[in-house]
C-alpha cells in the first residue's frame, strides 16, 4: 500500500517509515499538517497516518480537510491522549479507526492489514493520461502503448500526475523529491533522475528522444505529453 506517515516526533516518524517500508509498503513522510493536507489530497494514498498534535493544523482539522477531498482515503489516527474526547472528535472529523500511543507494532500491523483488506474491496476511481500514444492509467498502475502493457510503480504514477497537474511549468527535482519522496529519507537529486530514466523506459516511444516527460535544462522535467507535434 502506499502510506502517508504524519508525525512531528522525528524518531517515531522515521520508526513508522522503516517499519512500514521494510513491510512492504511505499512510505512518504511528513511533519506537519498544512504538508499532510497538500500531499493527500495532490497524490493517492491508500492510507494515512495520523497524528493527533501537530505542530501547526490540529490533526482532527488535517483529517476533515483530507476526508473532504478524499472520500475513500483510509485514516488511521494516531494519539498520545487517552481522551474519549478525543478518539470521537477524531472519528467524528473522519477517521477510520485509532491508535493510542504508545502501541505495540503489531498492533500498527494488524490494524493497517485490516485497513488494506478493506481498501482492497472498494472500487478506486479510474485516473487516466493519454500522452503521445501511450495511455497511463494511473490508477491501475499500467502504461499501454501499442498493446504493450508496462507496469509503473506508484511513485512513478506520483511523478507523471504531479507533473500532469503542474504541466504549465517545469518542475526542479528538488520539488520532486519534496512532493514525492517527502521527507522520509535523506535522498539526493540523482535518485530523481534514475526514476524519470526508468519511466522513460516504460512510456516513451524513444527513450533517447522522450515527448511525454521533457527535461528542461538547469529547470528540471515537465510533462510533454500534450504537445501539438
Ligand atoms: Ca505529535
Given amino acids: 500500500m502506499r502510506v502517508l506517515i504524519v508525525e512531528d516526533e522525528q524518531a517515531l516518524r522515521e520508526g513508522l517509515t522503516d517499519l512500514l517500508s521494510a513491510a512492504g509498503h ?24 495520523l497524528d493527533l498534535m501537530l505542530p501547526d493544523l490540529d490533526g482532527v482539522e488535517v483529517c476533515r480537510r483530507l476526508r473532504r477531498a478524499r472520500p475513500s ?7 498520545a491522549r487517552g481522551s ?24 500498527l500491523l494488524a490494524r493497517i ?14 485516473e487516466i493520461l493519454e500522452a503521445d500514444g501511450c495511455t497511463l492509467d494511473l490508477g491501475r498502475l499500467e502504461a499501454v502503448r501499442e498493446e504493450n502493457i508496462f507496469k509503473i510503480t ?15 511549468r517545469a518542475v526542479s527535482r528538488g520539488e520532486l523529491l519534496e512532493r514525492i519522496w ?17 519511466l522513460r523506459q516504460k512510456i516513451e516511444r524513444d527513450p533517447a528522444e522522450p515527448r511525454i516527460l521533457l527535461t528542461v535544462t538547469g529547470a528540471g522535467y515537465a510533462w510533454g505529453g500534450d504537445e501539438e507535434r
Avoid at 30 to 35: I, N, R, T, W
Avoid at 84 to 107: I, N, Q, S, W
Avoid at 113 to 126: I, Q, T, Y
Avoid at 154 to 168: K, M, N, T, V, Y
Fill in 26 to 49: 511505499e512510505v512518504v513522510a511528513c511533519e506537519f499538517g498544512k504538508d499532510a493536507v497538500a500531499f493527500g489530497t495532490e497524490q493517492f494514498f491508500d492510507l494515512v497516518l
Fill in 73 to 79: 482515503l483510509h485514516i488511521l489516527m494516531l494519539t
Fill in 84 to 107: 474519549e474526547d478525543d478518539k470521537v472528535a477524531g472519528l467524528d472529523a473522519g477517521a477510520d479507526d485509532y491508535l493510542t500511543k504508545p502501541f505495540a507494532v503489531r498492533e
Fill in 113 to 126: 492489514n485490516a485497513l488494506g483488506r478493506r481498501a482492497a474491496a472498494l472500487p478506486a476511481e479510474p
Fill in 154 to 168: 506508484p511513485r512513478e504514477a506520483g511523478i507523471l500526475r504531479w507533473l500532469h497537474r503542474h504541466r504549465a
Fill in 182 to 198: 517527502g521527507s522520509s529519507r535523506d535522498l539526493q537529486t540523482r535518485t530523481v533522475d534514475m526514476t524519470i530514466a526508468n
